[in-house]
Each structure stands twice: as C-alpha cells, then as structure tokens.
C-alpha cells in the first residue's frame, strides 16, 4: 500500500495548485493597478485639454477685443470730420454700442482668466495625484515582480519535489491518480468520515467502508472513483 505516498503527492500537489493561483494573480494585480495609473492619466489629459480650451478662447476673445478697440478708436476719430448732425449722432450711437459690446468683451476675457485658473489648478492636482500614483505604481510592481520570482522558485522546488515523489509510486497508482486528479484536481484521495466519501459525500457500502478501515487494499469510491482512506482521528470530527 502506498496510500500515504499518494496522500503526500497530494498534499504536494495541492502545493503547486496554490502556488499557481498565486503566480496567476500577479499579473492581474499589475494590470489593474495600471489601469488606475492609466485613469489617472486620463484625466490628467483630459483637465490639460480643457485648460488648453480656456487659453485659446481667451486669446480669441482678447483678438475680438482688440479689433473692437481698434474700431472704436477710428470711430472715435470719425466722428468729428462728419458733416451732418444725424451723421455725428449715428456715431456717437455706434461708439456706445461698441464700448458697450467692449466692456461685455471684457467681462468675458475676466471669466475666461478665471476659468483658465480654474482649470489650471485642477490639471495641477491631477498632475500631482498622477505623479504619486506613478511612484506607488513603480513601488507596487516592483514588490510583485519581486513576489513573482519568489514564487517562480518555489514552483521549481515544488516541481521536482514531486517528480522525484510520483517516481516512487508504482506506476499502475500513478496512472489512477492522474486520471481521478483530471477530474477531482484537488481531492483524488480523500478520508472516509462515519462511512461518508468526503468526496462526493455518499454513503459507503459497510463491506467498502470496512475495507477502507482495514487499509490493506486500494479502494475506490464506487460513485465518484476518488481513492479512498481512512484515519484514525477523523473519527473524533
Ligand atoms: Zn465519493
């Protein structure tokens, strides 16, 4: 009987299981650590876009001001060289208009600078949030590249563990270990509890129970074919 062999190659193999979903789970914590970083960094373009969009608007707005003044300035002149009455009141008129639209211009220009600031400060921050999460980002990666080599010796140490344990089994207990494992990856052996598989948790035929007991013979379950055995302080569960 190689019943405890088989239990450690488990036990072993189990070990390798663990250790694979540890290793599969580094990358996944990178990517989604990066896809913070890249959040981040979104925003960040996208607050250097609107603060683009501020500038230009007010450049633009301060461009209309000045063919504004401009206009004023030559009506201004105008408006004595005129002949008639009625040509110098429709004047006066339009340089009112004008200064009126000019002081609007200008009113526009002041809230652009404030919105300008605004949008400033905001990209500030986003540049500064980005600049940490980038630092926790490199330190993060770091430590999980370093845990993924770790890990990535282990998996070698626990891999030739377990080539050098399943050349000591008899290969005819290998091979059924093997193809219980494709199904029951984790639990191909298992214990018997109060005559229950505690694979597939059905009772057990008293003769087959009784078997397992004596643990002189390879038993299997007859529902869900894992290996069956028994220990002693189970019973106590
Ligand atoms: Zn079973």
């Not at 500030?124 to 430590?143: D, G, L, M, V």
Request: with cysteine; net charge neutral.
């Amino acid at each position: 009987m190689n019943l405890r062999q088989l239990i450690e190659l488990q036990e072993q193999d189990n070990h390798i299981l663990r250790l694979q979903d540890e290793l599969k789970e580094i990358p996944r914590q990178i990517e989604l650590q990066k896809g913070r970083l890249n959040q981040i960094s979104n925003d960040c373009k996208a607050a250097e876009a609107s603060t683009q969009v501020c500038l230009k608007q007010r450049h633009s707005l301060e461009l209309d001001l000045k063919t504004k003044e401009d206009s004023r300035i030559k009506l201004q002149s105008q408006q004595f060289t005129v002949k008639t009455n009625e040509q110098f009141k429709a004047i006066q008129n339009e340089i009112a208009a004008m200064g009126k639209a000019v002081s609007q211009m200008e009113d526009k220009i002041l809230e652009s600078m404030e919105a300008a600031e605004t949008a400033k400060k905001e990209l500030n921050t986003k540049k500064t949030a980005f600049e940490q999460e980038n630092q926790r980002f490199i330190e993060a990666e770091k430590k999980l590249l370093a845990e993924q080599s770790r890990l990535d010796n282990l998996m070698v140490e626990a891999k030739t563990k377990r080539d050098s344990m399943q050349a000591q089994l008899p290969s005819n207990l290998k091979n059924i270990y093997d193809r219980i494992r494709l199904k029951h990856p984790e639990n191909a052996i298992v214990t018997i509890q109060n005559d229950i598989c505690q694979g597939c948790f059905m009772k057990l035929p008293a003769q087959i129970s009784h078997q397992v007991r004596k643990g002189d013979k390879f038993i299997q379950c007859e529902n869900c074919s894992r290996i069956l055995y028994y220990r002693e302080d189970d019973t106590a569960l």
